[in-house]
């Protein structure tokens, strides 16, 4: 049986009823895969090799549980694969810990498969990666700029400006030329203009939903529609947001094409793309969720297609 190593948060800072790491960790244990834990405080180099420090996972009660007891160094080569599953903000600790993975990529083994592969993680920002399709993205500027600021405020009227590293929403906020104190608002948030945020036009129809589409290995396998609160514009669903059954359109399926070459290329195997009025937001390469909305709305048991696909990945 294959030995699956989670670097996840801690379970005690997970919701355990709609986690997606969580479903995936339960599923391998349920198909009896040697499952594993570790946080990135774990992952050492000690002596030029790359040392996990891994607990093992188990069922108890039908319920998750890491036996800390068990907790033993193991070389990342003892996994044949290697979720990343912790949850941004992306710092220099997530970076640092990207680049301790990544000595493995220098191993004689093929092993482990890293689902998402580290480089690509380090190399492609979530909310950045979108401009590399520009034609399914809205108008966006990424500055720290006041000139070019007022300038895209001016030609876009209303705008949503975002942290470039942030998650689940944190830090997402509106604004419009009458915008009271606008200025210093901008000013704050960019740290005295010297620190990049992204401005993009704001699009009236995520009043219809903000659309989260799960891929595996470039090919899409479901997605869920999230319908903001009445006077909202922000679709998070742990912010309160609706989860709505979804199908994909014709050209969701066009932009999931188009992603797929670079997806496989980069090595991101299990991806979350977020669409908004057929625009194209996000990709989300660090620990997309949405897995028990889509299978609760659409029937799916998208975990076990996970699984099916690693197996065959790693045969």
């Given at each position: 049986?294959?030995?699956?190593?989670?670097?996840?948060?801690?379970?005690?800072?997970?919701?355990?009823?709609?986690?997606?790491?969580?479903?995936?960790?339960?599923?391998?244990?349920?198909?009896?895969?040697?499952?594993?834990?570790?946080?990135?405080?774990?992952?050492?180099?000690?002596?030029?090799?790359?040392?996990?420090?891994?607990?093992?996972?188990?069922?108890?009660?039908?319920?998750?549980?890491?036996?800390?007891?068990?907790?033993?160094?193991?070389?990342?080569?003892?996994?044949?694969?290697?979720?990343?599953?912790?949850?941004?903000?992306?710092?220099?600790?997530?970076?640092?810990?990207?680049?301790?993975?990544?000595?493995s990529s220098h191993s004689e083994t093929n092993k482990p498969f890293f689902i998402?592969?580290?480089?690509?993680?380090?190399?492609?920002?979530?909310?950045?990666?979108?401009?590399?399709?520009?034609?399914?993205?809205?108008?966006?500027?990424?500055?720290?700029?006041?000139?070019?600021?007022?300038?895209?405020?001016?030609?876009?009227?209303?705008?949503?400006?975002?942290?470039?590293?942030e998650k689940g929403g944190d830090g997402i906020f509106m604004i419009n030329e009458?915008?009271?104190?606008?200025?210093?608002?901008?000013?704050?948030?960019?740290?005295?203009?010297?620190?990049?945020?992204?401005?993009?036009?704001?699009?009236?129809?995520?009043?219809?939903?903000?659309?989260?589409?799960?891929?595996?290995?470039?090919?899409?396998?479901?997605?869920?529609?999230?319908?903001?609160?009445?006077?909202?514009?922000?679709?998070?669903?742990?912010?309160?947001?609706?989860?709505?059954?979804?199908?994909?359109?014709?050209?969701?399926?066009?932009?999931?094409?188009?992603?797929?070459?670079?997806?496989?290329?980069?090595?991101?195997f299990f991806v979350g793309i977020d669409i908004i009025d057929q625009k194209l937001?996000?990709?989300?390469?660090?620990?997309?969720?949405?897995?028990?909305?889509?299978?609760?709305?659409?029937?799916?048991?998208?975990?076990?297609?996970?699984?099916?696909?690693?197996?065959?990945?790693?045969?």
């Amino acid at each position: 049986m294959p030995v699956i190593l989670f670097q996840m948060d801690p379970l005690k800072k997970i919701n355990k009823e709609t986690d997606s790491t969580y479903l995936l960790a339960l599923e391998s244990i349920k198909r009896g895969y040697n499952s594993m834990y570790c946080n990135p405080r774990d992952v050492s180099i000690n002596h030029g090799k790359l040392i996990i420090e891994a607990s093992d996972m188990k069922l108890k009660n039908s319920e998750l549980k890491i036996n800390k007891s068990t907790k033993r160094k193991m070389n990342i080569s003892d996994f044949d694969v290697v979720l990343i599953r912790q949850d941004p903000p992306f710092n220099m600790e997530y970076i640092t810990n990207t680049y301790f993975l990544n000595i493995s990529s220098h191993s004689e083994t093929n092993k482990p498969f890293f689902i998402n592969e580290p480089r690509g993680i380090r190399n492609f920002s979530e909310k950045i990666y979108p401009l590399y399709f520009k034609r399914f993205i809205p108008d966006t500027t990424i500055t720290c700029k006041e000139n070019i600021i007022t300038s895209f405020i001016k030609k876009n009227k209303k705008v949503v400006v975002k942290p470039l590293y942030e998650k689940g929403g944190d830090g997402i906020f509106m604004i419009n030329e009458r915008t009271k104190n606008l200025r210093t608002l901008i000013k704050r948030n960019t740290e005295n203009f010297t620190k990049p945020l992204i401005f993009q036009k704001y699009l009236s129809a995520v009043k219809k939903g903000d659309k989260r589409i799960l891929l595996i290995n470039g090919r899409p396998v479901g997605c869920v529609n999230r319908v903001p609160l009445k006077g909202s514009f922000i679709a998070n669903l742990h912010l309160g947001s609706t989860a709505k059954k979804a199908n994909l359109t014709n050209k969701e399926i066009q932009i999931c094409k188009e992603l797929k070459p670079s997806l496989i290329k980069n090595g991101f195997f299990f991806v979350g793309i977020d669409i908004i009025d057929q625009k194209l937001t996000e990709i989300n390469v660090t620990s997309p969720t949405g897995i028990k909305h889509i299978n609760e709305l659409s029937g799916l048991k998208i975990e076990k297609e996970f699984w099916d696909a690693v197996e065959q990945k790693i045969s």
